[in-house]
């Protein structure tokens, strides 16, 4: 079985007015249209802002022979203090490990 990475390992800071926000929620949904499947998890900053999101990987028998072009939609959101704002949006159209940004892992600096 095939190993096919949805969502590649985040991490990053959120700012406002340049400085670090503690207690941002940052929300990350995805929609992987290979298994019409839905996800999403969360985390919270720290008190320098930092937050990390971990690698969503899955796997698919018929998905590793049958040819067909991946599509999974992906949304980064942060809400903070009744806010909420868009961080991210992309749709991944490869199963490779940071094939997001071709290669490079994802660190961003969210500023509010």
Request: hydrophobic share 40%; with cysteine; glycine share 8%.
């Amino acid at each position: 079985m095939a190993k096919m990475v949805i969502f590649s390992p985040i991490s990053g800071k959120v700012l406002l007015n340049g400085s670090p926000v503690a207690g941002a929620v940052v929300e990350r949904d995805w929609k992987w249209a290979w298994k019409d499947e839905t996800g999403n998890d969360r985390a919270t900053t720290t008190a320098d802002g930092q937050f990390a999101l971990p690698l969503v990987e899955r796997g698919s028998l018929l998905g590793s022979f049958l040819p067909h072009t991946p599509s999974v939609r992906q949304t980064i959101l942060i809400k903070h203090e009744g806010k909420t704002y868009k961080a991210w949006m992309f749709d991944k159209e490869d199963y490779k490990l940071n094939g997001e940004l071709q290669g490079k892992p994802i660190r961003l600096t969210c500023r509010l």
